[in-house]
């Protein structure tokens, strides 16, 4: 049986979490060793993505509570906002602290010392960092099954799992970059691309960071349930004998659940007891063949 959006989310922070926290640790002691300011920005960078893993699993956990009289259309969008607070510690502790620390190394350049313990380390980093990167990818292929990545990443309503592939990307590049200016550092014996390679870092985090926001955002405001999930639940109603005609359908999507408003016409020779029977087994139809339908309000009507 394939896991769910749940469990395969709850995966993927898992897998995030032990790597990044590993490489933090890692990172920081050789950012105390060789005084690189792209190691030390790059610790930063891997402590805030395990801290930001730890929001982002609180969000899942949270978006789970069963609805009450105050949200009666429960927590779901817990998730979303949690999303939206990593995505902008990414865009600050990550992203800017980055810069800020390149522009000081590059005001107060300072030699590099055994620059071969960052090297190792940061090689290290690429190893754990890609395995995470492959898990989240793993699970993400579990949910989107045929359909093609870009086109999962542009649609999906799970936001968990986009920021923590998003994390991951920025993550790797932010390694490659690293590596690539200390080792320019280290051949020159010029703290200058040390500085530089910070400072890029910096970049890479603010661009991730303001893709994430801006797709989070739009969940945040209030979205509609993924393309696949608003075909499948019109063809269902279309299908349905009882119906002459789909006016309208409304879906919104709450965390990893989809609440919908329908509005149809059906047979005139229809009997009040005969309708209510036809929307209530559609209904049900809905609920049992449309993943994660956790409410459904169908209205018949003769026009929109």
Not at 23 to 44: D, H, P, Q, R, Y
């Amino acid at each position: 049986m394939a896991p769910s959006a749940q469990e395969s989310t709850a995966r993927a922070i898992l897998y995030a979490f032990l790597a990044n926290f590993g490489i933090a640790i890692a990172k920081t002691w050789a950012a105390m060793v060789t005084g690189s300011g792209s190691m030390l920005a790059e610790a930063i960078h891997s402590y805030a993505d395990s801290g930001n893993q730890v929001l982002l699993y609180l969000g899942l956990k949270q978006s789970d509570r069963a609805p009450d009289t105050k949200h009666p259309l429960g927590y779901g969008k817990l998730s979303y906002f949690w999303s939206f607070i990593v995505a902008m510690l990414l865009f600050s502790v990550g992203g800017l602290f980055s810069i800020y620390e390149g522009l000081h190394k590059l005001s107060h350049p300072a030699p590099l010392d055994r620059v071969w313990i960052a090297i190792a380390v940061l090689t290290f980093a690429l190893v754990l960092e890609g395995s995470s990167l492959l898990g989240c990818i793993r699970e993400i292929s579990h949910l989107r099954g045929e359909r093609p990545f870009r086109q999962w990443l542009k649609h999906t309503r799970n936001s968990a799992l986009v920021v923590v592939f998003g994390e991951d990307v920025a993550a790797l590049l932010g390694l490659v970059l690293a590596l690539t200016f200390i080792s320019l550092a280290a051949i020159t014996g010029d703290p200058f691309y040390d500085a530089i390679g910070s400072m890029c870092i910096g970049v890479v985090l603010v661009v991730v960071s303001v893709f994430l926001t801006a797709r989070v955002r739009s969940l945040l405001v209030g979205s509609s349930a993924d393309p696949i999930i608003r075909e499948a639940i019109d063809k269902i109603i279309a299908d349905d004998e009882a119906v002459v005609e789909v006016l309208n359908t409304i879906t919104i999507q709450f965390g990893p659940d989809t609440m919908l408003a329908a509005k149809i016409r059906l047979r005139p020779d229809e009997s009040l007891a005969s309708a209510i029977r036809s929307i209530n087994t559609l209904e049900r139809r809905l609920k049992r063949e449309v993943p994660n339908l956790k409410w459904c309000f169908i209205e018949p009507d003769d026009a929109d």
